[in-house]
């Protein structure tokens, strides 16, 4: 099992940016894939973006958020910038081990404000 712990959640006016970081207990390039879900009260989870055999962003976040991860400090980032009050939401990044899998490990999540 891989622990993921996320940071640098906050809360920030709209048009602002913010940095979130997911440090991972297990070297990530062992991971196949990574990516970050969010979850706004009263709504499911949704996609926001994933990095690992392909880089995928959900149609809201294009443009605005850039995934990347740095496999020597075993952590995956989301810079979000030009941010927007329905981007509030708890941000949590999750791991896929393998192309045949789905995501299966999860962090606890950081929450994000978006104030207008």
């Known amino acids: 099992q891989v622990q993921l712990v996320e940071s640098g959640g906050g809360l920030v006016q709209a048009g602002g940016s913010l940095r979130l970081t997911c440090a991972a207990s297990r070297r990530t390039s062992s991971m196949y894939r990574m990516g970050w879900f969010r979850q706004a009260p009263g709504k499911e989870r949704e996609f926001v973006a994933a990095t690992g055999g392909s880089t995928n962003y959900a149609d809201s976040v294009k443009g605005r958020f850039t995934i990347s991860r740095d496999n020597a400090k075993n952590t995956m980032y989301l810079q979000m910038n030009n941010l927007k009050p329905e981007d509030t939401a708890v941000y949590v990044c999750?791991?896929?081990?393998?192309?045949?899998?789905?995501?299966?490990?999860w962090g606890q999540g950081t929450q994000v404000t978006v104030s207008s």
């Open positions: 999750a791991a896929q081990r393998s192309p045949f899998g789905t995501f299966v490990d």
